[in-house]
């Protein structure tokens, strides 16, 4: 009995300290998020730059952090700029096809047995716009000051690189400590890094399959949901299902017969099918070694408290809390519980060793 005390005390500290944890991450999350995001850029960055170090022959060592981060901004930039374009153009269309959405409503709901709504242009007239004004503007405010607070951070988080050295030298005395402290920052980093170059390919693969659908069957703004699909891609699990589903929804409103909608959802939804069930796991093999429940577990957590950017981290923070977790005696085992071998810090590969499998039961003679 006494033994039993100290475990189901422990067990309740930890309880307890990980719902104020996520209470505290959750009230902070307006300082927190963007600092979030910064930090994941500059990962992006940094290995952005390392690869044209070292990738590129004859490419100047100092010239590489400069080009990346311009090269990102620059990216960024003109995605943000097409994705606001092209969404007004999107909504003007919807427009114009008033009158065929409320052809397809009635029809749906002629098959479910139900009233049809009202036409658009009596919803829109009933809309009473000005209600909704200040929340919309105050949302496109605060998505503006969170960008510039996401480009501060990251300013000084490059600037302050070349002061990571003394501050580790200064909080880890001895070599074995700062060895240590080396290896799970490496691990982190290599972690994330190779989550971004696994999504990125597959989003690319997902996106461009989508788009040739999309040319073919003459569907407007192809390259604008294209695009979509792919930025879907980063949320984990669900991203590139519902991003590959939006398409044939518009297709029912754009083309007068439905063959185009059922031809994209069967394309779009095997493209999908395949990169995510053969694809995606070639490429994966064990180098996130997270549990898939996990992984769904995180995306549902963070989303709860950061919202979208937080669906967007949730991979790269639970790898991140597996590694550090890992570090300590008393994490160590929640570690193992997250991974998905059991091997959260790759022991046996760092001894040369393959990662350990499960034993094979061998028949009985």
Known sequence: MAAIVPVTSRSSLIIIAAVAVGFTLYFLRDILTPLALAVFLAVMIDGFARILGERIPGFPARAALPVAVVASILIFGLTTWFVAENAATFVNQLIHYGPRIDGRIAQVADLLGIAAPPPMRELITRFNATRYIGPVAAGFQNFASDAVFVLIYLGFIIASRRGFKQKARALFVTD???????????????????????????????AFGSWIAMV???????????????????????????????????????????????????????????????????????????????????????????????????????????????????????????????????ADEAKGRPRRKKPVAKPSS
Do not use: C, H
């Not at 080396?182 to 693969?205: C, N």
């Not at 989303?303 to 937080?310: A, D, E, F, K, M």
């Not at 967007?312 to 923070?317: I, K, M, V, Y």
């Open 216 to 346: 073919a069957v003459g569907l407007d703004s192809a390259l604008f949901w294209a695009l979509l699909i792919f930025l879907a891609s980063y949320i984990p699990v669900v991203g590139g299902v519902i991003g590959v589903a939006l398409p044939p929804v518009f297709a029912l409103v754009q083309f007068e017969t439905w063959w185009q909608a059922i031809v994209l959802l069967s394309v779009l939804q095997t493209v999908q099918f395949v990169v995510a069930n053969v694809i995606l796991p070639r490429m994966q093999g064990d180098s996130l070694n997270m549990d898939p429940v996990v992984v769904l577990l995180a995306l549902a957590f963070w989303s709860l408290v950061w919202g979208l950017p937080g669906a967007f981290l949730s991979t790269p923070l639970a790898v991140m809390t597996m590694i550090i977790l890992a570090q300590f005696e008393g994490g160590r085992k929640i570690a193992i519980l997250l991974s998905a071998d059991g091997d959260p810090l790759g």
């Open 176 to 206: 074995a400590e700062r060895q240590d402290a080396i290896k799970a920052f490496d691990r982190i980093r290599s972690g994330v890094e190779r989550y971004l170059w696994i999504q990125t390919v597959t989003g690319v693969i997902i």
